[in-house]
């Protein structure tokens, strides 16, 4: 009677004892999942770092968490014979398992071979939490990444606003300025020294102009004037008016323009400044001699247009910003910083889009998507 009784009291304090390790494992993984400033991969070491201990044999037992492809082990899986695994959900999808391994093979065996049921239940509550908890840090980082994105449209907005005031303003002065200073270019007799300094007041003025323009643009001030257009001839001649720079440079450029290519609706004034805006940025990218290709190609339902220059391309962090407005990686007084947002902005008010790749020392890539032209009258006018 007695040996009953002991024997029922040591398998009572056995069992508690693994009831204490459990709670003390789910207590560790609550910790380690509510630390802050951790990254997903550095919790999901210090989780399975805590499993081997939890379980019966923790001197045999190797831990294994796999999460969307990467594992993070505990241990050696080489030798493993026995193994307990749960599947880590994240919205009713396996993301990945917990799997819990021994080592030996002669284990006592039940009906989950060496493992309790407790243990079931175990692992089951940790693939639960780390699916929840994953579940979480992805919704918080889509919810910010919302944030930003409404910031950003707001800042473009504001930023829309200003630009559309600072060009109105701009206008009428430049407008005076350029005005007389051609008045006074057509004075008889003027003195060299004051012709030339005329004729700089003048080219002066008219850069200025182009700056309001491009800020009007910007500022979506300008709305396209969209007729039935063949991107391929807007290609042509703007390559025709940027090939004797290129030359200078020691840029090719070159043209590899689809035979069977659809109209698009647009406006061919705007499209050719997308394309000479795209070209001058990739010229400029080139230090010594390249090549800028510009290639157009035919979807199931639009038109791309790529330009794609051997230049010094562009580090993940500027490629980030590139379309932003006002931003250069141009030494004052050599860029306004609004060529590519000028370019993201017509492109987006032709229904299309833009988008762009690149890494340094491997020149840059941007593709520009236009919805193919629908139900529009044919423009029979020069695209000049």
């Not at 005031?165 to 300025?177: D, F, K, R």
């Not at 200073?181 to 200025?208: C, E, F, T, W």
């Not at 220059?309 to 250069?328: A, K, N, R």
């Amino acid at each position: 009677m007695s040996q009953n009784v002991g024997r029922e009291t040591t398998e009572a304090e056995s069992a508690l004892r693994e009831r204490v390790k459990e709670l003390a494992c789910l207590y560790a993984i609550a910790r380690i999942l509510a630390a802050p400033d951790c990254s997903l991969d550095e919790q999901v070491r210090s989780v399975v770092a805590v499993l081997p201990p939890a379980w019966q044999f923790p001197d045999k037992c190797v831990a294994r968490i796999t999460v969307d492809g990467n594992d993070y082990c505990a241990g050696e899986f080489d030798n493993v014979r026995h193994v307990q695994n749960a599947e880590i959900l994240v919205e009713g999808k396996r993301r990945g398992t917990i799997d819990i391994g021994y080592t030996d093979e002669r284990m006592p065996s039940g009906e989950e071979g060496p493992f309790l049921e407790e243990e079931r239940q175990l692992i089951e509550n940790i693939a639960e939490q780390l699916g929840s908890h994953i579940e979480r840090r992805e919704n918080e980082h889509h919810r910010r990444h919302l944030e930003e994105q409404l910031r950003h449209a707001d800042r473009l907005a504001t930023i829309g606003q200003l630009a559309s005031g600072v060009a109105h303003e701009m206008n009428e002065p430049l407008a005076s300025i350029l005005g007389f200073a051609q008045l006074a270019l057509k004075a008889p007799y003027l003195p060299k020294q004051l012709n030339s300094d005329l004729q700089q007041i003048v080219d002066s003025a008219m850069r200025g102009r182009e700056v309001v323009k491009k800020l009007l643009l910007f500022a979506r001030q300008a709305p396209p004037r969209k007729v039935l257009c063949d991107l391929n001839s807007v290609v042509r001649e703007t390559v025709l008016l940027l090939d004797a720079s290129g030359r200078k440079r020691g840029v090719v450029l070159e043209q590899q323009l689809s035979s069977d290519l659809p109209r698009v609706e647009g406006d061919p004034v705007q499209l050719r400044q997308v394309i000479v805006n795209l070209v001058v940025n990739a010229m400029q990218a080139i230090a010594d001699h390249g090549s800028v290709v510009l290639e157009t190609r035919a979807r199931d339902r639009s038109v791309e247009l790529v330009v794609a220059d051997t230049g010094c391309g562009m580090t993940p962090q500027i490629l980030e910003q590139v379309f932003d407005p006002f931003f250069t990686t141009k030494d004052v007084g050599e860029g306004t910083g609004l060529g590519l947002s000028v370019v993201h902005g017509i492109v987006t008010a032709h229904g299309g889009r833009i988008c762009a790749t690149s890494a340094p020392l491997q020149g840059a890539r941007f593709v520009v998507t236009l919805p193919r032209a629908q139900n529009v009258l044919v423009d029979n006018r020069s695209t000049s």
